[in-house]
């Protein structure tokens, strides 16, 4: 569904991503693992065209769309849960909400408001409520569900687990199973590296803007370099 080329992309003179190549098959969970640093966010950038490639492509369902605005790009079936989620603190949930289908015309808005209240009660409790007034992990949900009402095809969750005490992490790695479950391609960058590999079907390992390994999940977290570096030594 989704594949970069060799993308070689950073910021001025800082070369963030060397020779990336990756791909999201449908229907798949894939992981994006690595330090703080490493590229990973950079890597969601570049899908999204908010970073312009400096070679390499972006393919979505065979298209490319390598530097094509980000509107169309989200118009096309693609959304992003950014890092630190950047939900509007001082709008209402359910403007939040609305913002998120800012690239549709159609009438299903509200109905598909009504679903992601569904998926996130606590959301429809707290519907007239700012954003900012909402705990870290209701803001998670609020952006996560703000993805959502744009459609996508492809999710991309940019360390949704971030800052979150265990429990909601826990909710929050559930309910990424049920939108794969329902049909929506997961790309998901975690530092939570046990969590994420637990629910993805493929996962990556970015150093230093570098992809030094790939493979499914079990693969990767049976990897010796891996269960050393971000498993603390142990798989389980
Ligand atoms: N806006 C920016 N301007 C300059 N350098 C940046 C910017 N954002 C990230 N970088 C640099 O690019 C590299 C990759 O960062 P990032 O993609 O955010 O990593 P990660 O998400 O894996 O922590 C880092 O060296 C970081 O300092
Ligand atoms: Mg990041």
Avoid: C, W
Wanted: glycine share 10%.
């Amino acid at each position: 569904m989704l594949k970069l080329e060799n993308i070689m992309a950073g910021y001025g003179h800082i070369t963030a991503l060397k020779d990336i190549s990756l791909e999201v098959p449908q229907g798949s969970i894939v992981s994006l693992i690595g330090a703080n640093g490493a590229g990973k966010t950079t890597t969601m950038k570049t899908i999204m065209g908010l970073v312009k490639p400096t070679s390499g492509r972006v393919l979505f369902e065979g298209q490319d769309i390598t530097g094509h605005k980000t509107h169309n790009i989200v118009h096309g079936g693609i959304s992003l849960v950014p890092e630190g989620r950047q939900i509007l603190q001082d709008m209402s949930v359910y403007e939040n909400l609305e913002m998120g289908a800012y690239t549709r015309k159609d009438k299903e808005i509200d109905a598909d408001i009504k679903k992601v209240f569904k998926r996130f009660p606590i959301l429809d409790e707290r519907s007239y409520q700012l954003g900012g007034t909402l705990s870290g992990g209701q803001q998670q949900m609020l952006a996560i569900g703000r993805a959502l009402m744009a459609r996508p095809k492809l999710l991309l969750l940019d360390e949704p687990s971030m800052g979150l005490a265990p429990l909601v992490v826990n909710e929050i790695f559930e309910t990424i199973k049920e939108i794969s479950a329902d049909g929506t391609t997961v790309l998901l960058v975690e530092q939570n590296v046990r969590q994420a590999l637990k629910i993805a079907d493929y996962a990556y390992v970015l150093e230093t803007g570098k992809m030094v390994l790939s493979g499914t999940a079990d693969e990767v977290r049976h990897n010796p370099r891996v269960m050393e570096a971000y498993l603390g030594g142990r798989v389980e």
